[in-house]
């Protein structure tokens, strides 16, 4: 499925607080970004307080890496994971296929600076999942 998915670049002026230099560069998670992953992937679920074994945390970047219904993008800022989105495809009641984005975190440290929204953008766009009904 991710064989023609390419990075996209967000432009520095959505970057709030961020510097004229830096960009976020929203991509298909890779082995590369294992280590990063599983820090942000750890923040994230101390964040809703549920507790996931080593073997799950393994289990989940090989899902994430082996398109196994279920994929992630990473924001990378000045080379540095900064942020990560996993989503899957299911059935839905109206529409054959329904795209879920069942986590987004963001490391504490660049909140605010649009990384959020470069991730959520990256996973609209990808054949139009996801509508803007409401403003954000």
């Known amino acids: 499925m991710w064989e023609h998915a390419k990075a996209i670049p967000v432009p520095v ?4 607080k961020a510097s004229a230099t830096t960009a ?16 942000l992937a750890r923040g994230y679920k101390a964040f809703y307080k549920t507790t ?26 000045d080379g540095r994971l900064v942020g990560i989105t996993h989503f899957l495809f299911h059935t839905g009641t109206w529409n054959h296929e329904v795209c879920y984005l069942q986590d987004l975190f963001v490391d ?28 954000l």
């Open 52 to 77: 996931v074994s080593d073997e799950q945390y393994a289990r989940a970047w090989q899902r994430l890496l082996g398109n196994d219904r279920v994929w992630g993008f990473g924001a990378h800022c």
């Open 24 to 39: 976020v560069r929203v991509a298909p998670l890779a082995p590369p970004d294992h280590a990063r992953w599983l820090e």
């Open 13 to 16: 002026s959505i970057l709030k």
């Open 108 to 135: 504490p440290a660049v909140r605010g600076r649009g990384v959020a929204r470069a991730l959520y953008d990256k996973v609209a766009k990808y054949n139009d999942f996801i509508r803007y009904d409401h403003p």
